[in-house]
């Protein structure tokens, strides 16, 4: 069995919150042990231990799984999972991520899989690890598979254009739609895409910090995905806006690789925090995860969050509530990224025509800034 790293909170006053974040994390791990042929899932037992939870939050996720049909419970045997990779029926959608264990996916993956179920469609997990490469091997794969509805694709490395662009070409020849979520390649825009507002997102966090006074604001973004980018370009022109001058040097970039040392360790933002952002009073980062690990090195070197730095960003996830210091963050209330996504697939594999839609950002104000 495959299992993610998580935090579960059993201080956590939301009971009702806290099964259902277990549901997701416990479901996306059933899909990814499916995909490997493994069906025996853990036990109450097991998985209480391993998330420092209550058998009864354990039981509450299960039977939200069990409903739903991601697992079956068999009297006296234990749990099995009965998503498999390849399920039985043509009623099947590719949803291709760039990495399945990503901090915001299992949410993602829900929403978008309730809505599939209900319609009858069940579906076929990839992962390209942001990697161009395995991108194209799994498009290449499934132009091979006649049982395919729909494709749902988080493009890999969206801030560059992709020279996959002839594989879902082939795709639309074979009227198999094809929908982006969080990102598009610029060289395929005719694509239709379900996309965070980034730009008006960096503006809107830009605007609350110049609210509370703040001048001297930097800021860390994701280098090779589009949304970086975007989120990028809307602070900046909210600081030219404002008559604020611009410091290239505060705004500093990261790409997946880098990823990786961020969340391993502190010496990556140490570097940043030493050389490139000593001397702001605010920082806006390109998600809850990066800022998550900035405070942690930010209180590391004795600075105080949000007194010495204020710090703000995108996703509203769980890492904005379970730290230190509670993270201010732009998050979605209503439309939600996987259900609008699977809605608006599921209309154009009926033939209708849909539009690309950007969701719009909602501040959730916490201590951090």
């Given at each position: 069995m495959l299992f993610f790293h998580a935090i579960i909170g059993e201080?956590?006053?939301?009971?009702?919150?806290?099964?259902?974040?277990?549901?997701?994390?416990?479901?996306?791990?059933?899909?990814?042990?499916?995909?490997?042929?493994?069906?025996?899932?853990?036990?109450?037992?097991?998985?209480?231990?391993?998330?420092?939870?209550?058998?009864?939050?354990?039981?509450n996720a299960l039977s939200i799984l069990e409903e739903e049909g991601t697992i079956e419970r068999l009297q006296g045997s234990g749990s099995y999972i009965k998503t498999a990779a390849a399920a039985n029926g043509s009623k099947q959608i590719a949803v291709i991520t760039t990495f399945i264990d990503d901090y915001i996916f299992p949410s993602v993956?829900?929403?978008?899989?309730?809505?599939?179920?209900?319609?009858?469609?069940?579906?076929?997990?990839?992962?390209?690890?942001?990697?161009?490469?395995?991108?194209?091997?799994?498009?290449?794969?499934?132009?091979?598979?006649?049982?395919?509805?729909?494709?749902?694709?988080?493009?890999?490395k969206t801030a560059l254009p992709t020279p996959n662009g002839r594989l879902f070409d082939e795709f639309r020849g074979k009227g198999i739609p094809v929908l982006f979520f969080?990102?598009?390649?610029?060289?395929?825009?005719?694509?239709?895409?379900?996309?965070?507002?980034?730009?008006?997102?960096?503006?809107?966090?830009?605007?609350?910090?110049?609210?509370?006074?703040?001048?001297?604001?930097?800021?860390?973004?994701?280098?090779d995905d589009i949304q970086g980018i975007e989120r990028y370009y809307g602070v900046i022109s909210a600081l030219i806006d404002s008559g604020i001058q611009i410091d290239d040097r505060s705004f500093c970039w990261y790409d997946t690789v880098d990823r990786k040392e961020i969340v391993t360790g502190h010496a990556f933002l140490d570097k940043f925090i030493d050389t490139r952002l000593s001397d702001r009073s605010a920082i806006i980062c390109y998600n809850d995860?990066?800022?998550?690990?900035?405070?942690?090195?930010?209180?590391?070197?004795?600075?105080?969050?949000p007194e010495d730095v204020a710090i703000v960003s995108f996703d509203n996830s769980i890492y904005s509530q379970i730290g230190p210091v509670p993270i201010t963050s732009l998050g979605h209330k209503n439309m939600k990224t996987g259900k609008t996504a699977a809605e608006i697939l599921l209309a154009m594999i009926d033939g209708k025509k849909a539009e690309s839609v950007k969701l719009k950002w909602e501040l959730y104000t916490r201590i951090s800034g």
């Open positions: 201080k956590d006053s939301n009971v009702a919150a806290k099964y259902r974040q277990l549901s997701d994390i416990l479901r996306a791990e059933a899909i990814k042990s499916a995909e490997s042929g493994e069906r025996k899932f853990p036990t109450e037992k097991e998985i209480a231990e391993r998330f420092s939870v209550s058998r009864q939050t354990v039981r993956l829900n929403e978008a899989q309730r809505v599939f179920a209900e319609k009858g469609y069940s579906i076929l997990l990839y992962a390209t690890e942001n990697n161009i490469g395995k991108e194209y091997e799994i498009l290449n794969s499934l132009l091979t598979q006649d049982n395919i509805s729909g494709i749902l694709i988080e493009g890999s969080h990102g598009i390649y610029s060289n395929i825009r005719d694509f239709t895409c379900v996309m965070d507002d980034n730009s008006a997102g960096g503006t809107q966090l830009t605007l609350h910090l110049l609210s509370k006074g703040h001048r001297k604001i930097g800021g860390i973004f994701k280098s995860e990066i800022a998550y690990n900035l405070i942690q090195g930010l209180l590391v070197k004795g600075k105080r969050v």
